[in-house]
């Protein structure tokens, strides 16, 4: 699901939501793995009322203690996701996807991580990647494709506030 159709479907995911999680994950020493990270930072600046944010970095799985706790209505991840698309780009990632990576920075693999909030917490997940860019030095959003990434996360941020 590409940026230009992730805004109306994130809006019905979250519609009516009293509380929401946001995590971020990613590898800080990564410059091409932590975008969910910055993308979690940047929504937890702008205090937006009923989402709270946690910083996950590689491990997930350890916000499974605080979901129980705070019992939010929706979880929202925030990773880097190699999809082929603009650097900057944000779009949904159904676990199955995930799951056809052969490869994860993540101590357990995030579908299993989802899996268990959704089925034994019962808090719906919704995983949002966040495309790098794989052909610059260091990996690093620049530019364009910066400014491309900073419209889309605040597009995720508007959704966020009119939920």
Known sequence: MT????FPDLRRRLAGTRLITVVGIGDELSPSDRHGMTAAREID????????VFLAETVPENITGPLRKYRPDHVLFLDAAEMGERPGTIARIEPEQVRARLFSTHALPLP??????????GIPVTLLGIQPETS???NALSGTDRRYFDENLRQV?????DR
């Open 45 to 52: 600046r702008q205090s937006i009322p009923g989402v709270q």
């Open 112 to 121: 299993v991580v989802m899996e268990y909030i959704e089925r034994d917490i």
């Open 157 to 161: 941020s508007e959704v966020l506030r």
């Open 136 to 138: 610059s030095p260091g």
């Open 3 to 6: 940026t230009d159709l992730i």
